[in-house]
């Protein structure tokens, strides 16, 4: 597969939140601000290209029988790395997220991506992959987070934005409202997935997941 095509799988055809709808869980819980969806995107990219770099160079040195313990320690070595750096430079950001990034250990985007993936590809398809899932996925992060943010506080990144007659609508720094913007965000994907399809565009998933198995 050409590597421009497997980065916008992650982007845009195969994005892991907003078609594949995996790691759902710390999305929802950060995006209360943009900080905090920019922190954990950044964090996520870095734990998933490096692992998956890794993983595709000594993938044929792993032994079949024990490669997913294998996996998660290099995983997790990644994550106490993002960890630590955060807590030593960005100590605010680090305890706003609070678990979620060590929970990137087991966060199943990662996984399935070195499992289906990086064990099965070279290294140049692999950085391409990694960075393609870790924008994908850090885009719709800030996206959901601006929202929130926006409108549950009339900032962004802190800064006011709206008047000061905005009052703020707190039901979008609470969980629902998480889910009620994750859910416009997806059927935004779905109607313009339609429309392409109506010009006779391919819309379907193509490659990468489909294609080399990745576990989902």
């Not at 597969?1 to 980065?7: A, D, Q, R, S, T």
């Not at 044929?60 to 320690?73: A, G």
């Not at 900032?155 to 720094?173: E, H, K, N, R, T």
Request: aromatic share 10%.
């Amino acid at each position: 597969m050409h590597y421009g095509k497997i980065f916008t799988n992650g982007i845009i055809r195969e994005n892991p939140l907003l078609v594949l709808m995996i790691g759902l869980c710390s999305s929802l819980a950060v995006t209360t601000a943009v900080a905090n969806g920019i922190g954990m995107g950044l964090s996520m990219t870095f734990v998933l290209l490096m692992s998956e770099l890794v993983i595709a160079v000594f993938r044929k040195l792993i032994p079949e029988s024990v490669r997913i313990p294998i996996f998660i320690i290099i995983i997790a070595a990644f994550t106490t790395v993002i960890d630590y750096v955060l807590k030593a430079y960005f100590p605010d950001l680090s305890k706003a997220m609070g678990v979620f990034i060590p929970l990137i250990v087991v966060n199943c985007i990662i996984m399935g991506r070195v499992e289906g993936f990086a064990s099965k590809q070279p290294v140049g398809a692999v950085i391409f992959d990694a960075l393609g899932m870790g924008l994908g996925y850090t885009w719709v992060l800030t996206g959901i987070s601006v929202v929130r943010e926006l409108l549950g506080s009339g900032a962004i990144l802190g800064f006011p934005v709206l008047p000061d007659s905005f009052q703020p609508i707190l039901f979008f720094v609470l969980p629902p409202g998480g889910f009620l913007v994750f859910a416009l965000f997806i059927a935004l994907n779905m109607a313009i997935k339609a429309r392409r399809e109506k010009k006779g565009e391919p819309a379907a998933v193509e490659g990468g997941t489909h294609q080399h198995g990745a576990a989902l």
